[in-house]
Every structure is written in structure tokens, then in C-alpha cells.
């Protein structure tokens, strides 16, 4: 009964090559949210989504193409990874995405780029 | 833009002694201020957050933290550390308006020796 799944967990590739990472909340939350963290732990938010609509959107190269088909799933779609693309990624979610929210994590999943 | 500097990065403690962990932001308006932890093999979880009123706010695990607006602060404390506090620790802040926007401070991993 995991509340924020992420998958898979770990992945890795090649350079130049695709991929995608999948998130699922079962919390019946409207809002998503992926977020990059570094090598040195550092957290930024890329993207996120109330009820299906992008509404933020901060400076990520366009090669990340995030996707909500509905309010429980948002993917993150990566196109010809690069080396610095190696981070893990989180998705988490929040009630209505107001500044009041608790934001619930997944687990991560970590991305290596070869 | 809004930044967050959290300035130990990390920190050793025995059991019983006291905690304090610095925190401090970067905002022309009104905030909201959180603490995240991120226990080893765990998800990120909220600890405590602020959004008005009463600026010494209790969160889970007896942690508290008290926000001093003059100092742009938001330091997180505990009384007396357990081995089990052994985490690494985020603070963030979202501006008080519109949808949640968290920019996270680089974290302070905490080591508690028993």
C-alpha cells in the first residue's frame, strides 16, 4: 500500500540513449511533482502538475518531457541522456498543490548514465 | 528568487546531546518554511512546517524549530538525540502564495553514535 511508488529504481544507460521513469500515487492527490537531486544532494524541483495541467516548468533542457495521463500517474520521459543527466529523481504529490501542502515522496529512482 | 542555505553539513553527535541545525533563506515576501528528513533506505518525510501564528512550531519525534523572521531563520532542535535521528535533514521554503514552489537547502546529514 505504498503511498508515492517510483519505477524502477535503478537504471542505467547508455548515453544518447531514452528513457522513461514512471510515478504512481495512490493518496488520491491532484498535484505532482518530479525533482532532480545531485551528487552532492542538492534538491530542485523540475516540473509539476495539478490535475493533469503543467504548472511549474523551471529551467530543465528539453529533452525532459514530463506526462500525466491522469491525477495519479506522472512519468518523466528523458530523451538522448547525457552524463550529467546522472542524479536521482523523485516524484512526490500533495493534496491541491496550495503552498500549505505536505508533499509525500516516493523512493527515488537512480539514474546512471554511461 | 528564493535560496536556502543550511550551513553544517554534517554533524556528529553522541546520544542524549542536544541538536540544532541551522537554516536560513533568501525571500523578499512572506514564507512557508518546512523540515524534511530522509531516514537511511528511507522516503523524504515531513517533520514539522510553518505557515503563521505561534513561530515555535512542534513536529514529529520531539523535534521543534522556531522561526525568527529579523534573522530570516528557521533552525530545527531537538533536546536530546537518539541514535534513530541519524538522517539527513532539508530545510524549504515556499512563498506564501499560489501553488507550492519548494526550494530545499542542501541537507546536513546527521550522524548520531550511540
Known amino acids: 500500500d505504498t503511498a508515492v511508488s517510483q519505477t524502477p529504481k535503478y537504471l542505467v544507460t547508455q548515453m544518447g540513449n531514452d528513457k522513461s521513469i514512471k510515478c504512481e500515487q495512490n493518496?488520491?492527490?491532484?498535484?505532482m511533482y518530479w525533482y532532480k537531486q545531485d551528487s552532492k544532494k542538492f534538491l530542485k524541483i523540475m516540473f509539476s502538475?495539478?490535475?493533469?495541467?503543467?504548472?511549474i516548468n523551471e529551467t530543465v533542457p528539453n529533452r525532459f518531457s514530463p506526462k500525466s495521463p491522469d491525477k495519479a500517474h506522472l512519468n518523466l520521459h528523458i530523451n538522448s541522456l547525457e552524463l550529467g543527466d546522472s542524479a536521482v529523481y523523485f516524484c512526490?504529490?500533495?493534496?491541491?498543490?496550495?503552498?500549505?501542502?505536505?508533499?509525500?515522496f516516493g523512493p527515488g529512482t537512480r539514474l546512471t548514465v554511461l | 528568487a528564493q535560496s536556502v542555505s543550511q550551513h553544517n553539513h554534517h554533524v556528529i553527535l553522541s546520544e542524549a546531546a542536544s541538536l540544532e541545525l541551522g537554516c536560513n533563506y533568501s525571500y523578499g515576501g512572506t514564507v512557508n518554511l518546512f523540515w524534511y528528513v530522509q531516514y537511511p533506505g528511507q522516503h523524504l518525510q515531513l517533520l514539522l512546517k510553518y505557515f503563521s501564528g505561534d513561530p515555535l512550531v512542534k513536529g514529529i519525534k520531539g523535534f521543534e524549530a522556531e522561526f525568527i523572521k529579523s534573522k530570516f531563520s528557521f533552525n530545527l532542535r531537538k533536546p536530546s538525540v537518539q541514535w534513530s535521528d541519524t538522517a539527513e535533514y532539508f530545510c524549504a521554503v515556499t512563498p506564501n502564495t499560489g501553488f507550492q514552489k519548494l526550494v530545499f537547502g542542501t541537507g546536513t546529514r546527521l550522524l548520531v553514535s550511540p
Open positions: 502538475y495539478n490535475n493533469k495541467e503543467l504548472i
Open positions: 512526490a504529490s500533495s493534496q491541491s498543490g496550495t503552498y500549505t501542502d505536505t508533499q509525500y
Open positions: 493518496l488520491g492527490h491532484d498535484t
